[in-house]
């Protein structure tokens, strides 16, 4: 083993996966500098490393170039929930593809491995279930998710050019919905909205009839499978799927949650919004041979920890 730290540079590093992985890199014994704008961040993620001296925080949008002398890139910096890449559409397809350019051509300098957080809005509205990853995906490139979801795919198409024609060294995850500690409390995301519905004793708000399928990840669980995927030989480039095959229905998730947090919350139906995905599973296949991955935490399990978050999150305002 090598004694000399890896300075890692984190994107998106005050967000919620950004800031587990800022703590996960530095408890392996690396540097991690992290870069956010604080847009969906907060300060609160990452205050607790800041007497850490391998931790070095930097205020910088990743739309404008960077330079800095670091061993590996985790490119994280996106809005990721509906909310708040709808908020201003054109900052998120710029963070994208931008960002991505940025990043790109930051490794591609420093001739070292950068990995992409991609998602799996690259496959739309799916019309293959599960997902593998050789699924072209069902993607609407005019409608309000599209900011993100084609922004996501020009990012992967970027990586790739830049691994075809510069030789880089890149890892693309496809990211499925993970849940955990330090989400953001307003941002609409399903596991949040409920934990946060249920503590606070108002309606739980299920969208359609609440038979739409979704799979979620406990974040201990990806942070596993992004180190894994990052120290992987370097001829594996992904993508590749990450996320918790095991499926629950929003209703099924909305009723663990009353049952875990005791509330006396009712559950209200509400329309569906516009490209609403009615189905998400990950084939995770590829995760199992290449990385020797797969989630081991229970949706039980992992709910537990998330509103002893959430309810001491509440108890300090
Ligand atoms: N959480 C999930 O379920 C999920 C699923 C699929 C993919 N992802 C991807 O993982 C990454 C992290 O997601 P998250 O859930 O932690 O979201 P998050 O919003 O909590 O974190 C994103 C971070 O990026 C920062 N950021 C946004 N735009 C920036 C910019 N232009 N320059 C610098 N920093 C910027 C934000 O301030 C925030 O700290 C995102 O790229 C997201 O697309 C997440």
Redesign the pocket.
């Known amino acids: 083993m090598s004694i000399m730290k890896k300075r890692i540079l984190i994107?998106?590093g005050?967000?919620?996966?950004?800031s587990h992985l800022c703590e996960r890199l530095l408890k392996d014994g690396n540097e991690v500098i992290c870069?956010?704008?604080?847009?969906?961040?907060r300060k609160a993620n990452i205050v607790h490393l800041l007497n850490n001296p391998y931790f070095e925080i930097e205020r910088?949008?990743?739309?404008f170039p960077i330079y800095m002398e670091v061993d590996e890139i985790y490119n994280?910096?996106?809005?990721?929930s509906p909310i708040?890449y709808q908020f201003d559409p054109v900052q998120t397809i710029k963070?994208a593809v931008h960002?991505a350019i940025n990043m790109l051509g930051l490794a591609k300098r420093l001739k070292i491995k950068i990995l992409q957080?991609s998602?799996?809005e690259v496959y739309g509205d799916p019309v293959v279930h599960p997902q593998p990853e050789s699924y072209w995906g069902n993607v609407n490139p005019v409608g309000i998710r599209s900011c993100y979801d084609e922004g996501?795919r020009c990012a992967e198409t970027l990586f790739f050019d830049y691994h075809r024609q510069h030789n880089l060294k890149i890892k693309v995850a496809r990211?499925?919905?993970?849940y955990g500690p330090k989400m953001?409390p307003n941002d609409g995301r399903v596991v949040s909205n409920f934990i946060v519905q249920s503590l606070k004793g108002e309606d739980i708000t299920v969208f359609g009839d609440g038979n739409q399928t979704r799979s979620f990840c406990y974040i201990d669980d990806l942070l596993n499978g992004l180190t894994r995927l990052m120290n992987s030989p370097d001829d594996f480039t992904g993508p590749v799927n990450l996320g918790n095959p095991v499926e629950f229905t929003i209703l099924e998730l909305a009723q663990k949650v009353i049952e875990l947090t005791r509330t006396k919350s009712k559950i209200i139906l509400n329309p569906l919004p516009d490209d609403d995905p009615r189905q998400r599973q990950p084939d995770i296949t590829l995760a199992r041979k290449a990385l020797g991955w797969e989630p081991v935490v229970r949706l039980e399990e992992g709910l537990k920890k998330t509103i002893e978050y959430f309810e001491s999150l509440f108890k300090k305002y």
């Open positions: 994107t998106g005050a967000g919620f996966i950004g870069i956010d704008n604080f847009y969906t961040g910088h949008d990743i739309c994280l910096a996106c809005p990721a708040h963070t960002g957080a998602t799996s996501k990211i499925f919905n993970t953001h």
